[in-house]
Every structure is written in structure tokens, then in C-alpha cells.
């Protein structure tokens, strides 16, 4: 069955602290992985895809196939990286199989 | 692109009363998606459509609520009598037909049953 698991559903870590947000997930074939953030009140936002492989306000995220993971890291938190984000898994190819969220963890930034 | 546009923003309604929401997809974009959020909580999922068709309606409460989005016009999330529990935030995302892509969402709309 596909399904994405965020282990944590509260992370609190100090101002300068690294980030590691964890994503595990199951698929049978090659899914695309999205990280996506929200703050407060505010409409979700893509914050990362794995095909690009690039980094978005400190943050990057590896999928790694034999672990089926895709965490989200960062070396030093910010305050203003508060928010709740949400891992999620494509099915690629295959149109009518809807994207899978999974249930978020709180990141709460610690002066 | 206006991106998603979602209507109302705010929306109160008394108990028992109908509350409909509604959902402007992307310029392009043939798949919708609802997902409620209650205060303090995490996304979930409640029904995936694309235009005249529900994909997948998994998440959906077995009463009350329906969902459509029709070959013209916005796609509209409709929850008939409503009770306090109804007050969260319903946000809706859209999607293109093929490719490799993600999601992208509106800004929500948020419920308030009194």
C-alpha cells in the first residue's frame, strides 16, 4: 500500500540547531517525493522536489531508495523556519492515483 | 496564472445551516483535490476529482458532505447541515492531467460553525 509516515508530529529545536525532519514512505514503483511547508495560517507551498535536487532556504532532502526515505534537513535552524511541512509522495505516471500527504510535523524554532 | 482561488475565505454559518466552498483551478489544470484541516492538526485527505468524474472520494464522511466539479465552472465542496465539528480550514489543490508534477493549493477557506 502506498503510504508516507511523518514519525514526529512536534520537533522543537534552538536557533542554530540542525533540522532533521523525517519522511518515510511505501511505493512500488519510482514515486516523486515534495517536501511542502506551511505557515501559520497560509496556503501549503512546495518547498523542495527531489528531482531538482537543489536547496530552498537552507533546506535539502535525499531520497534514499533503500531506506525509502526522504528526509528534510537543515544545518542551522532560523526562527522563521516555524511552520508545519508536510512530506508527499507522486505516483509519477499514473494520473488517477492521488498524491499522498503525510500527517505533518510541527517545527517549532526555539530562541 | 491567478494560481487556485478558493471562495470564501471566511465563511460562518449556523448550525444546520449549508455550507458551500468553492474552488478555481489553475489555468490548465484538470485535477482537484479537498483536504480538511482542523485547528492544530495535519492534513487529510477527503476527495480527488477531475472534471465531471470523483477519482477517489476515500476521505469523504459517508453523510453530509459532496463534493463535484463540473465541466464548466469552479469545483465546489458542499457540506449540508453542518455541525460544530465542520469548523476547520478546507483547502483545495489542483494538479495538471499528465506529466511529472506536484500539487498547488489555495489559500483556503475557513469554516466557522457557531
Known amino acids: 500500500a502506498q503510504r508516507v509516515t511523518q514519525p514526529e508530529k512536534l520537533l522543537s529545536v534552538f536557533k542554530g540547531a540542525p533540522v532533521e525532519l523525517k519522511c518515510n514512505y511505501s511505493y512500488s514503483g519510482s514515486p516523486e517525493l515534495f517536501w511542502y511547508v506551511q505557515y501559520s495560517r497560509q496556503r501549503l507551498q512546495l518547498l523542495l522536489r527531489h528531482i531538482s535536487r537543489e536547496s530552498i532556504k537552507g533546506f535539502t532532502a535525499d531520497l534514499n531508495k533503500g531506506e525509502t526515505s526522504f528526509h528534510l534537513k537543515k544545518p542551522f535552524a532560523q526562527e522563521e523556519d516555524s511552520a508545519m511541512y508536510y512530506c508527499?509522495?507522486?505516483?509519477?505516471?499514473?494520473?488517477?492515483?492521488?498524491?499522498?500527504f503525510g500527517k505533518g510535523t510541527r517545527l517549532h524554532i526555539l530562541p | 496564472n491567478a494560481g487556485v482561488m478558493q471562495n470564501p475565505r471566511h465563511l460562518v454559518r449556523r448550525r444546520g445551516q449549508e455550507a458551500r466552498l468553492r474552488c478555481s483551478p489553475m489555468k490548465g489544470h484538470s485535477h482537484v483535490y479537498w483536504y480538511r484541516q482542523l485547528p492544530e492538526e495535519g492534513l487529510k485527505f477527503m476527495v480527488y476529482l477531475q472534471k465531471e468524474n470523483i477519482i477517489d472520494e476515500s476521505g469523504m464522511p459517508k453523510e453530509r458532505f459532496s463534493a463535484e466539479f463540473p465541466k464548466e465552472g469552479p469545483s465546489i465542496l458542499r457540506i449540508q447541515q453542518v455541525v460544530r465539528g465542520d469548523s476547520a480550514a478546507y483547502f483545495c489543490?489542483?494538479?495538471?492531467?499528465?506529466?511529472?508534477?506536484?500539487?498547488?493549493f489555495g489559500e483556503g477557506s475557513w469554516l466557522t460553525v457557531v
Open positions: 508527499a509522495l507522486s505516483p509519477h505516471m499514473n494520473r488517477d492515483d492521488k498524491i499522498i
Open positions: 489543490a489542483s494538479s495538471p492531467q499528465t506529466g511529472v508534477d506536484t500539487i498547488y
